[in-house]
């Protein structure tokens, strides 16, 4: 462009007489004015260029920028909040009730429901499946949810869905999971496989009256009390990526604490993938979440074993088998007046309750008709480890960095 002018700017000098050179020093007063006039005149041209072109760069950018907005991913999630449940108390400012034909239902608020009729009584009328919203958040049992929330007649009781944006539940479901105020690079990669883990169960589940459970089952989700800016930053971020291995969304298992190696899901579910394969992990170590105590009377322990179908009577001992490649018990015999029960490590865990033994790698004490469990580590150890994410973010390791390492060979892709 400055080249251009240059030469239109000599061709039009050498045109005009007016313009031609005196000799003597006046030539130089000539010259010097020629010089100031094209510079100035350069310099004006190439403002208004530069300022065009700065107008452009902002058009390009604020469509852009509209345009992810347009783009927010509108893919919904179904969450199961309410199971098995006698009575469920919907409220909410603005409520509004629909049949399952789509009519609405006059509700004055708070209503409370109960299984019966087909299905489910609402003022002693009986409906197969009633649709709560409301503008800001329908409260179920005194907590508030975002989009609608489906009660009918389930397993044993009543059902309460909640169908919701999965962006929005994404926001809701960091701070049960971790907190927030943890590195935002840590809460990246929360916010990444908790939408990988989500989207890969609503394809599973498709065709089931929900995607997934609310509880440690799958991810814990309480609603959206505990919504805050920097759940929500994360989440934007992060807007749609998944990690995928091969072109599919992967079975993004995660935990609290791996206690320093990562468990392999082939030793937990007897399942094999490729980027579950353990790895080391010394970062979650020396912090309040890596050891744990737990005492439970031997008959207690009996009692739980017993309910859970087997034939045990009078525990004596309890006696850890051998560990597997990661560390972590294969499997835990009990020794009864009826002989000894072995039980594999996960197994174990799911009866006396994942929180109550929180991991497989602890060893065990008995005494005074009690046992003692001291262990390390928290959760099943399978694929993220949380409080290893945090001390790697801690350390300057960027999310897509700590993903990389706690799933090897996956790729984080944008799919929604
Ligand atoms: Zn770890």
């Known amino acids: 462009m400055h080249h251009l002018f240059a030469g239109w700017f000599t061709l039009l000098r050498k045109q005009s007489g007016a313009w031609r050179y005196p000799a003597g020093p006046s030539k130089k007063l000539t010259e010097s004015l020629l010089l100031c006039l094209y510079h100035y005149v350069l310099l004006s041209l190439l403002m208004r260029i530069s300022g065009a072109a700065l107008l ?24 199961a909040i309410v199971k098995q449940a006698a009575t469920v ?62 009660i009918s007649f389930g397993d044993r009781g009543i059902l309460v869905v909640n169908e919701l944006l999965l962006e929005e539940y994404l926001v809701g479901l960091i701070n049960c999971e971790v907190s927030s105020s943890w590195p935002i690079e840590s809460v990246k990669a929360q916010a990444v496989i908790a ?22 089952l799958d991810q814990v989700y309480d ?34 604490n791996c206690g320093g190696k990562t468990e392999t899901s082939e030793n937990v579910w007897g399942l094999r993938l490729p980027y579950l394969k353990g790895v080391t992990c010394e970062y979650c170590l020396g912090n309040s979440s890596s050891n744990w105590e737990q005492k439970l009377e031997l008959k207690d322990i009996e009692e739980r074993l017993r309910a859970a179908g087997f034939k045990v009577s009078g525990v004596t001992d309890i006696r850890p088998g051998g560990r597997n490649n990661r560390g972590r018990l294969k499997n835990i015999s009990v020794v009864s007046g009826r002989g000894t029960v072995t039980l594999a490590g996960d197994q174990f865990r799911k ?54 390492y706690y799933y090897p060979g996956t790729v984080l892709e944008k799919v929604l």
């Open 195 to 216: 939408r990988t883990y989500a989207l890969y169960r609503k394809e599973l589940k498709k065709n089931a009256p929900f995607h997934l459970e609310s509880s440690v």
């Open 351 to 404: 009866i006396l309750g994942y929180g109550v033994i929180k991991s497989t790698n602890f060893s065990v004490r008995v005494s005074d008709g009690a046992a003692v469990f001291s262990g390390i580590g928290n959760g099943h150890g399978v694929g993220l480890c949380q409080w290893g994410a945090k001390q790697r973010a801690l350390n300057g390791f960027s999310y897509t960095e700590i993903l990389s």
């Open 89 to 150: 108390v919907v409220d909410g400012v603005g409520l509004l009730a629909k049949r399952e034909n789509g009519d609405a239902l006059v509700v004055v608020p708070p209503v409370t429901l109960r299984p019966g009729g087909e299905g489910i009584l609402l003022d002693g009328v009986g409906y197969r499946r009633l649709t709560f919203s409301a503008p800001g958040a329908v409260f179920i049992n005194g907590k508030p949810y975002r989009g609608q929330s489906e």
């Open 56 to 79: 452009v760069v902002a058009l390009v950018l604020w469509t852009t920028e509209s345009g992810t907005a347009d783009a927010v991913p509108n893919q919904t999630i179904r969450v």
């Open 223 to 256: 609603g959206c009390l505990i919504e805050d800016s920097r759940a929500k930053r994360a989440v934007s971020e992060t807007a749609g990526e998944v990690l995928t291995y091969n072109r599919a969304i992967i079975q993004a298992f995660y935990h609290s």
